[in-house]
């Protein structure tokens, strides 16, 4: 009786054991996508203003923001073979149209998703989302969205705008729509808020038309902080991605539309 008992214990022990195996194995490796992008990058592609981006990590796929218009953003998807039916959550990070544009054509597509959005959204655009049956997360401060997804929480600069953490076993991705609230704030407070080192910087900058003496200041901030890789584009600006891509070597990852960037 004893050694049945002990038979037991030990099958149970080892049951356990694989499922963290198994578990460690399947350690989500990050993907991201450029759907959308002004930049261009992959042949084929149609590129307009604005950004989008498909967040893969786990079993989970989310898109961040939506590109200025519907057909563009879904032809994208199409030839990059990403279904709409594999997002399960929209991030959006601040309500200008080159980041919002698309949404309406996407949820017509696909609603059965949660849409995060900075709390100061209009009512009427809230609304709209409801409407489509998506589900509305209002962001108001730094939180966990799912999994191993954050958000910074909104910041203002004159416009409302939350960036994307990922949270990695690298280091945190962080990825911002047009970086209104300053994209060195922005990275200072990704890495406050999940103390970790930033791994890589990716989307619009917001550094288009700045003087080369305030693009090299930005530049030295963010090396300050740590950051291993940058991937800017959008309304970062020819003249800042070119110095970026001097400063960073290596580690400046091609981003325009159609990149995919993928974390081992
Ligand atoms: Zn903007
Ligand atoms: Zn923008």
Known sequence: MKRLLWMAISLVIIAQGARTATGAETKPAVRVTVVYNNVPHKAGLSTAW???AVVESGSDALLFDTGGDGPTLLANMKRLEIAPERINSVFLSHNHGDHTGGLNDFLARHAKLAVYLPKTFPASFQRAVKRRGARVVAIDGPQRLFANLYSTGVMSEGIDEQSLIIDTSKGLIVITG????????????????????????MGGFHLRGRRA???????????????????????????????????????????????VIELP
């Open 178 to 201: 047009c970086a209104h609230p300053d994209i060195v704030k922005i990275a200072e407070a990704a890495h406050i808020y999940r103390n970790k080192e930033i791994y890589l910087l």
């Open 50 to 52: 604005g950004f989008a």
């Open 213 to 259: 003496d305030q693009i090299d200041a930005t530049i030295k901030a963010l090396r300050k902080l740590g950051v291993r890789k940058v991937a800017p584009s959008h309304c970062t600006g020819d003249e800042a991605i070119a110095m970026f891509r001097a400063a960073w070597g290596k580690d400046f990852l091609e981003s325009g539309c159609g990149a």
